[in-house]
């Protein structure tokens, strides 16, 4: 089981890699845009953060609730606009700094809570 949670964890900061890669990839781009990587990005987060909490509780950890919950909400809220903007041929700049500054908010949830 140990071995399921570590895979899920490196899939999880997979979906991470690939959602801020995608920000910064764009970031002296002139016109910003959700591409696929963000899309999938998500997704990924979304299902292998909720894996990791189930996998987690089947262990036995400790599980943080309310840091769990604040992250699946911000996540929520990225997966949102991603979802929303992602046939769009272009993003205002608010919606594109949106997903990225969300995506730095759950990290820093992650480490300091």
Do not use: C, Y
């Not at 895979?7 to 002296?28: D, E, N, R, T, Y």
């Not at 990924?44 to 509780?57: H, K, P, R, W």
């Amino acid at each position: 089981m140990e071995i399921l949670k570590n895979v899920a964890l490196v899939l999880h900061f997979v979906g991470l890699a690939s959602i801020l890669g995608a920000f910064m990839v764009q970031m002296k781009a002139p016109t910003k845009r959700i591409d696929a990587a963000m899309f999938h990005g998500a997704l990924t987060q979304l299902v292998t953060g909720l894996a990791l909490v189930g996998i987690n509780e089947a262990l036995g950890a400790d599980v943080n609730n309310p840091k769990v919950g604040t992250k699946l909400v911000v996540l929520l809220v990225i997966t949102a606009l991603v979802w929303r903007n992602r046939k769009a041929q272009s993003v205002s700049t608010a919606v594109w700094g949106a997903v990225g500054g969300l995506t730095l908010l759950n990290v820093v949830v992650a480490v300091f809570w």
